[in-house]
């Protein structure tokens, strides 16, 4: 196939001539007129953004430009949107929902760089770096490469691939796909990263999973459970004041974030592994509740919350000499809290004990108690449970799944 830069194997208006992006603050007159592809199954519909130069909803510099999802809905609910109105495609920080970010303080190349050259972005592109001041990640950039987007989607998979090669010697080939379980409320965002210069990356990768449920504000309905004890908690907690109320592994809104107000937290002490890769968003008023669980070892993990967002922020490394690949995934899975209480699946492990028995409690995901409250977790999926008795994380793999 051959592919210009900016284009994509999406037909009609998703195809356009490369271009640099004016840095003009304009936002188009609907979001129809953005290119995006459904991706579905009998249970979920998710609408998902596309990378383009022209008329991609997002053609800032901060964000991986690939796989935006704007929304999904289930059962009359709906998760992600807007949490910035009017929506601009060049401001740094308007990105939308589960998006993603490269090199947050310190995008490859960039020291290296004098002011005039470029430096890399990865999802985005070659950036011009402006001066010697230190990088900070909502600064606009000029983009003087947008690199090569080839694009395939069908009604379940979409998968962006991102080619770029800087004369510096910075190099890489990154692939998302994102894929919707075939009868279940889940999708797996899928990551292959490649790095086809002649320099070493060394950076991070974080999803800033912007979530908000039914369209409610952020408020005393939600809250945000995590696989690990919150540290340090006393100082978390006098930040946060009367907003929020932390307690072992939850964060627990009690009123809205209004004004302009945020609240935002780096846990420390946080266990190595991907077993601290996950957390759970519930809304307690609309009754939907959704979890992520990640295979990637987390590095450092933040916490962020606004009026329209609530953002939980694992962060991985990346550390990939030439020639060298990495690949990692996270898989959301969405539920009501009703249904999941009242239905409890039973889970087959690949475990000597049941995760199931009445006279044990397992924890998945934080305080979420297996023989209560969990919900239908596709085949395939790692989920974490915590014994009670021993305080430990122990991997499960679901292998069978029985309503």
Not at 239 to 257: C, E, K, N, P, Q
Request: charged residues 15%.
């Amino acid at each position: 196939m051959n592919c210009v830069p900016g284009h994509s194997r999406i037909p009609a208006r998703a195809l356009f001539a490369a271009s640099i992006a004016l840095i003009v603050f304009a936002p188009l007159r609907s979001l129809a007129e953005y290119p995006s592809v459904d991706l579905h199954n009998p249970v979920i519909r998710m609408k998902i953004y596309l990378p383009d130069t022209s008329y991609g909803y997002y053609r800032s510099c901060r964000f991986d430009w690939s796989g935006m999802i704007a929304s999904l809905t289930y059962e009359g609910h709906t998760v992600y949107g807007e949490w910035q109105t009017p929506h601009y495609p060049q401001k740094p920080d308007h990105g939308i929902g589960p998006c993603e970010e490269f090199g947050m303080e310190n995008p490859p190349g960039y020291e290296s760089a004098a002011p005039g050259e470029t430096f890399c972005k990865i999802g985005v592109g070659a950036l011009v770096k402006e001066s010697y001041e230190s990088y900070q990640f909502n600064d606009t950039f000029d983009i003087l490469d947008h690199g090569r987007w080839h694009i395939q989607a069908d009604s379940s998979t979409l998968e962006t691939t991102h080619e770029l090669s800087l004369t510096s010697g910075y190099g890489y080939t990154y692939t998302k796909t994102i894929v919707v379980a075939s009868d279940a409320p889940s999708f797996t965002i899928q990551h292959l990263l490649t790095n086809t210069g002649s320099i070493s990356i060394n950076t991070n990768h974080y999803n800033h999973n912007f979530t908000i449920i039914d369209d409610e504000h952020i408020g005393s309905s939600y809250r945000v459970t995590f696989p690990f004890s919150i540290q340090p908690l006393s100082s978390i907690q006098q930040s946060f004041h009367s907003y929020a109320s932390v307690s072992g592994d939850t964060i627990a809104l009690m009123r809205s974030l209004t004004g302009g107000k945020t609240l935002w937290a780096q846990f420390e002490d946080v266990p190595g592994g991907s077993a601290s890769n996950g957390f759970s968003v519930t809304n307690t008023e609309s009754g939907i509740r959704i979890y992520c669980t990640g295979d990637a070892p987390v590095a450092l993990y933040r916490f962020w919350a606004h009026e329209m967002a609530i953002c939980p922020e694992p962060y991985i490394s990346i550390d990939l000499d030439p020639g060298e690949s990495m690949n990692w995934s996270a898989t959301y899975t969405i539920g009501s809290v009703e249904q999941n209480i009242r239905y409890f699946p039973r889970i087959s492990c690949e475990r000597s004990w049941d995760v199931t028995q009445s006279h044990s409690t397992y924890n998945l995901l934080g305080r979420i108690s297996a023989h209560e409250s969990n919900f239908r977790f596709p085949s395939g999926v790692t989920l974490y449970a915590r014994t009670a008795q021993q305080n430990q994380d122990h991997p499960i793999r679901v292998v069978e799944v029985q309503h």
